[in-house]
T-cell receptor, first 117, second 114 residues
Framework: AQKITQTQPGMFVQEKEAVTLDCTYD???????LFWYKQPSSGEMIFLIY??????QNATEGRYSLNFQKARKSANLVISASQLGDSAMYFC??????????????FGDGTTLTVKP | ETGVTQTPRHLVMGMTNKKSLKCEQH?????MYWYKQSAKKPLELMFV???????ENNSVPSRFSPECPNSSHLFLHLHTLQPEDSALYLC?????????????FGPGTRLTVL
């Protein structure tokens, strides 16, 4: 079974509107971290936001927030007030385990977001 | 320079060539990673180094040979590659502290094998 599932290959959003990118995950490890990365056409993977499995509150970083629903195993990324520069590929990722030497990152297939002017 | 840098940014090589990709991190991290990103495929973890010791090798063909001389530098030596090895190769680093920690990526090397 896929550990990280991003069901939206492509999304469109109007500039200045909010958009939600979906991510569901599968793990039996009680300790894990969830990450979102942005990859513009230049190729660099830019870290956006992190949510730990034991965190009580949803993570927020500026215009990015993570809608963490642990029971549903979902970690959706919400981008508020979209900007043209937000057009990129977005990846959800998970790292499992307390021992980071054994901790492995699993990435989803990504969602291509296009912001329309 | 800050963050994670990679050189070269673009590389075209023939199947009989030998080349090396270089990654340098300026974040004081202890762990470094090589990933391969092919078109229409998920990101694939290739190698993980923690404190200059290889801790992960995800069944990568021997034509890819990593080297980590110190915690700031990571190389990927390439020889007798195949056209299907054409991809974006991303380097990342992390603190490698207890608990899942954030990986920071470099800009990648776009490799084309002719």
């Amino acid at each position: 079974a896929q550990k990280i599932t991003q069901t939206q290959p492509g999304m469109f959003v109007q500039e200045k509107e909010a958009v939600t990118l979906d991510c569901t995950y599968d793990t039996s490890d009680p300790s894990y971290g969830l990450f979102w990365y942005k990859q513009p056409s230049s190729g660099e993977m830019i870290f956006l936001i992190y949510q730990g499995s034991y965190d009580q509150q949803n993570a927020t970083e500026g215009r990015y927030s993570l809608n963490f629903q642990k029971a549903r195993k979902s970690a959706n990324l919400v981008i508020s007030a979209s900007q043209l520069g937000d057009s990129a590929m977005y990846f959800c990722a998970m790292r499992e385990g307390k021992d980071t030497n054994a901790g492995k990152s699993t990435f989803g297939d990504g969602t291509t977001l296009t912001v329309k002017p | 320079e800050t963050g994670v840098t990679q050189t070269p940014r673009h590389l075209v090589m023939g199947m009989t060539n030998k080349k090396s990709l270089k990654c340098e991190q300026h974040l004081g991290h202890n762990a470094m990673y090589w990933y391969k990103q092919s078109a229409k495929k998920p990101l694939e973890l290739m190698f993980v180094y923690s404190l200059e010791e290889r801790v992960e090798n995800n069944s990568v063909p021997s034509r890819f040979s990593p080297e980590c001389p110190n915690s700031s530098h990571l190389f990927l030596h390439l020889h007798t590659l195949q056209p299907e090895d054409s991809a974006l190769y991303l380097c990342a680093s992390s603190q490698d502290r207890t608990g899942p920690d954030t990986q920071y990526f470099g800009p990648g090397t776009r490799l084309t094998v002719l």
